[in-house]
């Protein structure tokens, strides 16, 4: 566990919906695909990516988190690294531990060191996972229970590690169709009650299983594509979303949800959207 008198900065995430208030994110300077490495970009990879307009939209993002009181830290864009967009995947906070991920594909190895260097400076103590593979975008945090997902990105041993790590936790992998690149793209959590799905890509035992334990928002495979599950959730039921994904929004709506509507059409291109480009530090705990 960290101790906390030893730290610059309070840590801690109990889950995905309680108020966020301090995030990591980068901004997408050098965004481009160099390697198609997931299926969206292999739709984009001939138009590839606007930095300039990817730039206005992620500051319109970070400018709307600011305006909701959430603290934004920008890690420092690298040249090297096209992906850095995509803050969740290098690092994760369950409970009171902070963990600093190990990428899996080539292109995106060395993205950690910006965010590990900010831990450093800030004073906050971190650990490491010594099994190989494991991504921010396959764990999702319920309280106690941490779902990881099982994929070329993260791998079984790195799962069971964690859950050494976290004696205080239920750890559940989550098989599913890793075409889809990391679970937020087809399960996320907006409540204690309801979270979101894309049936398809999970087995029948999975969705019943946490059909269980959520009421949950199918989202079509027309919106999975437009990431209508990564969206990101602030607190007090508000949730980031992109205008795009009508069918979802209007029923967290329904659910009482204030969606904030934001376009990142041009940042999705490359497979990521409100959840992929953020690693939050600090929720409110509860």
Known sequence: M???????????????YDTLHRVIVCEPTYMEIQEVI??????????????????????????KLEEHGVEVIRLPASEQFPEQVFTRDIGFTLGDDVFVAEMAREIREGEEDALEQWLKSSNILFQKLRANKIEGGDVIIDRNT????????????????????LPYHQVIPIPFDEKYLHLDCVFNI?????????????????????????????????????????????????????????????????????????????????????????????????
């Open 38 to 63: 997931n299926d969206v970009q292999k739709e984009y990879e001939d138009e590839n990516i606007n930095k300039r307009i990817a730039k206005e939209q992620h500051e319109e993002f970070v400018k």
């Open 146 to 165: 941490v779902y990881a997902g099982v994929s070329s990105r993260t791998s079984k041993e790195a799962i069971q590690e964690l859950d050494t790590k």
């Open 2 to 16: 960290n101790s906390r008198l030893e730290q610059d900065l309070e840590t801690g995430c109990w889950s995905e």
């Open 190 to 286: 907006l409540s204690p009650k309801i979270g979101l799905i894309f049936p398809p890509a999970l087995d029948k035992e999975t969705v019943d299983m946490l059909e269980k334990k959520y009421k949950l928002i199918e989202v079509s495979e027309e919106e999975q594509f437009t990431l209508g599950t990564n969206v990101l959730s602030i607190g007090n039921k508000k949730v980031f979303s992109l205008p795009q994904n009508t069918e979802v929004n209007q029923q967290m709506r329904n659910h009482g949800f204030n969606v904030i509507e934001v376009d990142f059409s041009e940042i999705i291109k490359s497979g990521g959207s409100f959840r992929c480009c953020s690693m939050p530090v600090e929720r409110a705990s509860s």
